[in-house]
């Protein structure tokens, strides 16, 4: 949180690995033997010990909350809100389950790569706003230092050729890799502790 500089990146000792269920194809409704337990309970398969999780396109309902302490699910990381200037966010019980915290987290990549007014990396651990300071990166837009969408669209046909893949890095304009180290360089020099979700004093 902002007045004790702490930076939050979810993720062995250094990093905590959490669960990223993907229910876009009950949603789509593609032919499927699965459902939500389904889901759940082969990501929890993958990372026994996950106590965190993010949905892919950060899909949520009361109904799938309500199972996560089954799976042993402490924080849900669902809730993009984004940061501006004067709004408090803070951490606050699931409605659909009180043994869950949901944490709110201020930036997405994607998310920043389609906005037209894009902040620097400065004003994300500025004082202009009290929240937990929680990021989501996406591996592929590191790797790509997507600087804008259709960076990361010509690059999908070559996912499984890495040849291929790293002549679609963007090397010319400012991308995420560049926010990302920026962020991280600024954070250092202003005295932000970097830790785990579970490291934090969310109860």
């Not at 959490?18 to 949603?27: A, E, K, M, R």
């Not at 990372?47 to 899909?59: F, G, K, Q």
């Not at 259709?150 to 995420?176: H, K, V, W």
């Amino acid at each position: 949180m902002s007045h004790t500089k702490q930076m939050f990146f979810r993720g062995g000792q250094r990093l905590e690995l959490g669960i990223h269920p993907n229910y876009n194809s009950l949603l789509m409704g593609n032919n499927t033997d699965e459902n939500y337990m389904h889901v759940l309970k082969s990501m929890k398969e993958i990372v026994p010990d996950a106590i965190t999780m993010r949905s892919h396109a950060l899909s949520s309902s009361s109904i799938i909350v309500s199972k996560y302490s089954g799976f042993g699910i402490q924080y849900d990381l669902n809730t993009l809100i984004p940061a501006y200037a004067g709004l408090c966010i803070k951490p606050y019980k699931a409605p659909a389950n009180a043994n869950v915290v949901v944490l709110p987290f201020i930036f997405e990549d994607d998310i920043y790569l389609s906005q037209d007014v894009r902040q620097a990396p400065r004003f994300f651990l500025s004082d202009e706003f009290e929240a937990p300071r929680i990021f989501n990166f996406h591996p592929i837009h590191l790797f790509l230092n997507t600087d804008q969408l259709s960076t990361y669209e010509n690059a999908r046909p070559y996912f499984s050729d890495y040849e291929m893949l790293e002549t679609c890095i963007n090397r010319q304009n400012y991308g995420i890799k560049d926010f990302f180290l920026e962020l991280v360089s600024i954070a250092k020099e202003d005295g932000w502790n970097f830790k785990k979700i579970c490291e934090g004093e969310w109860k």
